[in-house]
Nanobody
Framework: EAHLVESGGGLVQAGGSLRLSCAAS????????IAWFRQAPGKDREVISC????????YYANSVKGRFTISSDSAKNTVYLQMNSLKPEDRAVYYC????????????????????????WGQGTQVTVSS
């Protein structure tokens, strides 16, 4: 059975940093892409970053580009989200999700950074940024 477990959330002051972890089990890690989503109170869930571990392709939403860094450790089946320069508007519940990647061709083959479908979800971890 597939499981994703997020950790690393907490309370931090604006300008501070946190590192979230998403530990995966029960499926072939390198065959899947992992996405980080967040959902702020009263807002829709949004995808903020993705990674395809086997080839290192990444995606960042404009709202986090330059401040957040996604990485993966295939030996530990874990994806990390390093969040720097946090802002009060980053306050949200952060979720990771996993799914198969889509294969593209543009002169050579490459996998999408984000899951084609988010088949598995973690329970979420709360991030609060004080001003």
């Amino acid at each position: 059975e597939a499981h994703l477990v997020e950790s690393g959330g907490g309370l931090v002051q604006a300008g501070g940093s946190l590192r979230l972890s998403c530990a995966a089990s029960g499926f072939t890690f390198d065959d899947h892409a992992i996405a980080w989503f967040r959902q702020a109170p009263g807002k829709d869930r949004e995808v903020i970053s993705c990674i395809s571990s086997s080839d290192g392709n990444t995606y960042y939403a404009n709202s986090v580009k330059g401040r957040f860094t996604i990485s993966s450790d295939s030996a530990k089946n874990t994806v990390y989200l390093q969040m720097n320069s946090l802002k009060p508007e980053d306050r949200a519940v952060y979720y990771c999700a996993a799914g198969f990647r889509r294969l593209y061709y543009s002169g050579s083959y490459y996998y999408s950074a984000c899951p084609d479908d988010n088949d598995y979800w973690g329970q979420g971890t709360q991030v609060t940024v004080s001003s």
